[in-house]
């Protein structure tokens, strides 16, 4: 049980170019997210997904797109890269709504991104 | 909209000491959890400890217990018998609705020989 894994744990990309990250749980969990983590501002939601072949907008969307073809994988792609988009991002999954005690996020272990 | 506020940026323990750290929060929702989590320097996301709403008895976990006052919207983390495994960052964090999770900023914690 790997639980939740993120490949690649480090990328360096220029400006302009594109890359996917990519997020895999084996836990069976229906959600995923996607988080960016940039110092002094905790972690912020990209975009999250309540089942496979649906996907919403978090709190920071713009530049970035996903896509959840499988239950187990949650993409996150970077169609042009910019500066401002250096960070650390994290996939989590959980089990179910609130109000039940599987409510826990389970965290890869993240990917560095440097866009220069 | 929710928020999450953790006012302190880093505090400093001696070991074997305790540490208390704040967060408050702000919901709508009148069903939440709140949780802690612990991101050591390997940055992996670690949850300590979490409080269901609709419990009024404060969480423990062995050194970690929680003071949820939810009239307040307080949820303070105090780290008891600090040892030097417990430095990272510490983050709370908010979930609501269909899971959705709000965090704070972070706080990070300094523990001292």
């Known amino acids: 049980n790997a639980g939740v894994t993120q490949t690649p744990k480090f990328r360096v990309l220029k400006t302009g170019q594109s890359m996917t990250l990519l997020c895999a749980q084996d836990?069976?969990?229906?959600?995923m997210y996607w988080y960016r983590q940039d110092p002094g501002m905790g972690l912020r939601l990209i975009h999250y997904?309540?089942?496979?072949?649906?996907?919403a907008k978090g709190e920071v969307p713009d530049g970035y797109n996903v896509s959840r073809l499988k239950k187990q994988n949650f993409l996150l792609g970077l169609e042009s890269a910019a500066p401002s988009q250096t960070s650390v991002y994290f996939c989590?999954?959980?089990?179910?709504?609130?109000?039940?005690?599987?409510?826990?996020?389970?965290f890869g272990p993240g990917t560095r991104l440097t866009v220069l | 909209a929710q928020t999450v506020t953790q006012s302190q940026p880093e505090m400093s323990v001696q070991e074997a000491e305790t540490v208390t750290l704040s967060c408050t929060y702000d919901?709508?929702?009148?069903?939440?959890?709140l949780f802690w989590y612990k991101q050591p320097p390997s940055r992996q996301m670690i949850l300590v400890i979490r409080?269901?709403?609709?419990?009024?008895q404060n969480a423990t976990e062995n050194r970690f217990s929680v003071n949820f006052q939810k009239a307040a919207k307080s949820f303070s983390l105090k780290i008891s018998d600090s040892q030097l495994g417990d430095a990272a960052m510490y983050f709370c964090?908010?979930?609501?609705?269909?899971?959705?999770?709000?965090f704070g900023a972070g706080t990070q914690v300094v523990v001292t020989p």
């Open positions: 989590a999954s959980s089990y179910s709504v609130s109000g039940s005690e599987y409510n826990e996020q389970f």
């Open positions: 836990m069976n969990h229906e959600y």
């Open positions: 997904s309540v089942g496979e072949g649906t996907t």
């Open positions: 919901t709508s929702e009148s069903d939440y959890y």
């Open positions: 409080q269901e709403a609709y419990k009024q």
């Open positions: 964090a908010l979930s609501y609705s269909w899971g959705k999770f709000q």
